[in-house]
């Protein structure tokens, strides 16, 4: 554990918090205001070292070319000696004085505040997950727009720099070089001192660019690269004899983000669901409740079986489930080599909970009671597993999985497989965040009190369903919250037939859950 997780202090969550990028950004300007106060010492001291100059230069103006003239005036030679002897041990104890130190120690302390290098990591790749889901090209991301929707920001040369770094990092060196050429388009020369102090140098741009282009086998491509520097076109050949001897390893597949174009497609605001045959209508029959309150429900899909209800949750009914299970969350981990150390998951990005061990408090809740009924009255299933709780934070997402397991388990020995999914919606996400599945080209945006449900398996035979294949895009704008539960084959064994086909286990894809 670091140090700021075991102190009383949680780490402060960047992506899913708007709480905590907001300290960020007061934060920040407290710190631009500190520079600020700096500089202005700084000034007065310049200032005032200016004027001690010009006083000392004042005595000795009408010196020049009569110095021998000069020094038999008396009054002179006194003022010389005395001035010699005494003054500029002054000056030398007033130039050594330090200054701006509060302002340097403010810094210092805030320090502790910043975003770890785990956190910074999580934000590029964040943006790296928008840009490639969202097909956002350089010059648009440059200018604020994405997917469709202008937003009234741009970024930096070094920010451009850092997503370059990043896309070679992976070994798409196409990309690459597409945002290392706009990080150098965006350098503008009033900021040269700038970009100096942040340590940021062209030079390191065009040799990653150069770099590129010999991954992509264009080494005179490459080379014309170096040569445009006044610094590096002496060294040109040395380096690309290094780059092609050296060849780049990107970082393993496992460890990369896997957005499958099929399913990135499915996010876009360019992809719209096939006008569906299927028709909305009130469902008053599966359970008595319903006769009395029938709900919105719409068929999205027959096969496999999917449906959307509307206004499920109430508005109360939801912020209580977020008062009783949001505090329970946890960042969705993975198991590193190391033991009992956790890193992030690539394949789901964000929170979940709440864990098994505080269930049984949880499941007390009246709410949770009452989500329990909503998915009987809805679905006519009953359901027995635990309801997670997902936060998706900014650029969060979900891979494309199956909620089968097709796995043997003692939990799938005893309650079968996962029949059936449920997921509540429990906020509108303004950008990003839908629910897709791929096989059925299918997008279902986040909105606040719908319900989405499908079955995971086949009617009859209860063979798994494989173009129940889905995943979540990556959030744009604001964060996602879901409640999800899987319904067992087996906890149904009193209302249906049940099935259990003995040919299932022949995968394992325990990634998932
Ligand atoms: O967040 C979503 O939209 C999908 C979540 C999901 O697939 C799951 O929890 O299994
Ligand atoms: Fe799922």
Request: include cysteine; proline fraction near 5%.
């Amino acid at each position: 554990k670091t140090s700021a997780e075991t102190s009383s202090n949680p780490p402060k969550e960047f992506m899913t918090s708007m709480a905590d990028r907001m300290e960020l950004l007061l934060l920040d300007r407290e710190l631009i205001s500190n520079l600020v106060q700096y500089a202005e010492e700084l000034q007065e001291k310049v200032d005032v070292l200016q004027r001690c100059a010009k006083a000392m230069q004042i005595p000795l103006e009408d010196s020049k070319g009569r110095e021998e003239e000069y020094l038999s005036n008396p009054l002179h030679s006194f003022q010389l000696i005395r001035h010699m002897h005494e003054d500029w041990r002054h000056l030398e104890k007033f130039m050594r004085q330090p200054v701006g130190q509060d302002q340097i120690n403010f810094l210092k302390n805030k320090a502790t505040k910043f975003p770890s290098v785990e956190g910074t990591e999580e934000a590029t790749e964040a943006i790296y997950r928008i840009i490639l889901t969202y097909n956002v090209e350089p010059a648009d991301l440059v200018q604020g727009l994405i997917d469709g929707v202008q937003y009234n920001s741009s970024i930096s040369a070094i920010d451009c720099f850092s997503i370059g770094t990043l896309f070679f990092h992976f070994g798409e060196y196409e990309n690459a070089a597409q945002f290392l050429q706009y990080s150098l388009d965006l350098v503008k020369p009033e900021y040269y001192s700038v970009n100096h102090v942040l340590e940021f140098e062209s030079s390191e741009v065009i040799m990653l660019l150069a770099r590129c282009s010999v991954e992509l086998d264009m080494v005179e491509d490459a080379r014309r690269i170096l040569m445009g520097h006044r610094d590096l076109a002496e060294h040109s050949d040395r380096l690309l004899n290094f780059y092609t001897h050296t060849r780049h390893v990107p970082t393993s597949w496992e460890e990369k983000p896997f957005l499958p174009l099929e399913f990135i497609q499915i996010c876009r605001s360019s992809h719209q669901n096939k006008p569906s045959r299927l028709h909305c209508r009130y469902n008053a029959t599966t359970t008595p409740f319903l006769r009395l309150a029938p709900l919105r429900m719409e068929e999205l899909s027959l096969d496999p079986y999917i449906a959307v209800y509307h206004n499920v949750l109430s508005d109360a009914e939801i912020a209580e489930v977020e008062r009783v299970i949001e505090p329970l969350l946890q960042r969705i981990g993975r198991y590193d080599e190391t033991p009992n150390s956790m890193s992030p998951s690539k394949r789901r990005t964000g929170f979940t909970g709440p864990h098994i061990d505080d269930y049984m408090h949880v499941s007390r809740a009246p709410v949770i009671e009452r989500v329990h009924r909503h998915i009987r009255d809805m679905t006519g299933l009953f359901m027995n597993e635990h309801l997670m709780m997902i936060k998706y934070g900014l650029g969060g997402h979900c891979d494309q999985h199956y909620d089968f397991l097709n796995a043997s388990y003692p939990s799938t020995h005893a309650m079968g497989d996962r029949m059936a999914t449920v997921l509540f919606y429990l906020n509108d996400v303004k950008h990003g965040g839908s629910t897709a599945f791929t096989d059925l080209q299918l997008k279902v945006p986040s909105e606040r009190g719908k319900v989405l449900f499908w079955y995971n398996m086949r009617g009859e035979t209860h063979n798994l369903d494989r173009g129940t294949v889905h995943g979540s895009c990556p959030v744009i704008d604001g964060s996602k919250k879901i409640l999800s539960c899987f319904i067992n084959e087996l906890d149904q064994m009193f209302i249906q037939r049940t099935y259990r086909p003995g040919n299932r286990h022949s995968e394992n894809i325990k990634e998932w859950h």
